[in-house]
């Protein structure tokens, strides 16, 4: 028997489908866009190049052309789900680069198409801790009581060396200010981290969870380290090997990492997807079928769960 108590299913952890189908009582999908917006650590203002595991697309792999408008972008890809999932509902996901680096002006202008749409019933903003201050989360708060809006804040690890060695440009303490601005908003917050950036031990990729589970945020996303072509990353793989995760040793961090979180946080992803013709290492995220159930095959065979080990810590 499943001891955990957000599932309906085998799941040991909080799904991002388990959360959807029990907010909206339907079937929800995102659409990717991109804005064109850029970030600060690649136009200068606080280093060039980017992140060094981010490709030139900015994470936005998926997403269609930024010289599309964005609403021609969004109604491309509802098409396509409305195939698929007919009576669906949609969330738009301000996905590539960081979408809240540009004037407070420009930022509404992007999100405003979205709030009298229907089907919409959320608005998902990626960007970074350094790229919003008091006026636009009080805008982006503005807008709760019309749609769910989501901030998806990029902190990859709170490792400071780890920092400084992907080229980030900011610190653990600037993610920090950041979630305290939004703490007493209505604005859901999801953060991104990365398990097996060079050289991070398992007690490294432990303590990031540690090191944030206290703070109020509403959903995680752990994505695996993708040695991608033609990024920094890559440049410096090649020119001299550093340890790359493997399948068993993936899967046994994300179940540790599942376990000190409170119950209540939304997993909304477990590893990524990787463009298969770009992927350098590791291979084994291609099957990522694969890799989710290997996870739950893990919890099942020790009888664990997410948030097991919260309150003992």
């Known amino acids: 028997m499943n001891p955990f108590i957000f599932s309906n299913d085998n799941k040991r952890y909080h799904t991002y489908n388990y959360y959807l189908r029990h907010t909206y009582h339907s079937k929800v999908y995102k659409v990717p866009l991109d804005a064109g917006f850029t970030c600060p650590n690649r136009d200068g203002t606080k280093g060039y190049g980017g992140c060094t595991f981010c490709s030139s697309e900015g994470s936005g ?9 964005l609403v021609k972008q969004f109604n491309i890809t509802k098409q396509m789900m409305e195939a698929k ?18 004037s407070l002006t420009r930022i509404k202008e992007c999100v405003s198409p979205f709030l009298n749409m229907e089907e919409v019933v959320g608005i998902a903003i990626a960007t970074r801790c350094d790229c919003l201050d008091e006026e636009k989360i009080n805008y982006l708060n503005s807008l709760c009581d019309i749609k769910d809006i989501w901030i998806e804040l990029g902190l990859q690890s709170s490792n400071e060396q780890t920092g400084i060695m992907i080229n980030r440009g ?20 999801c953060v991104h981290i ?4 060079p050289y991070e031990t398992q007690e490294d990729m432990l303590k990031t969870i540690k090191d944030i589970r ?19 990353l890559h440049y410096q793989y090649d020119k001299k090997k550093f340890p790359v995760l493997t399948l068993e040793d993936y899967v046994d961090t994300v179940i540790k990492q599942l376990e ?24 084994w995220v291609l099957n990522k079928t694969n890799v989710l159930n290997s996870i739950d095959k893990k919890m099942a065979a ?12």
């Open 85 to 102: 999932w007919p009576n669906s509902k949609a969330i738009a996901y301000f996905q590539s680069y960081s979408n809240t680096y540009g």
């Open 170 to 189: 900011h610190d653990f303490t600037c993610f920090l200010q950041c979630m305290d601005l939004l703490k007493n908003t209505k604005i859901k917050i």
């Open 194 to 197: 990365i398990n097996g950036l």
């Open 260 to 283: 000190l979180l409170p119950a209540n946080i939304v997993i909304q992803r477990l590893t990524g997807d990787p463009v298969k013709e770009m992927l350098v290492e590791p291979t």
């Open 61 to 69: 792999e998926f997403t269609l052309p930024s010289e599309k408008d």
């Open 214 to 232: 206290h703070l109020r945020f509403d959903a995680l996303k752990i994505h695996m380290l993708h040695i991608s072509k033609n990024t920094i």
């Open 302 to 313: 020790s009888n664990t769960y997410q948030g097991r080990l919260y309150e003992k810590y």
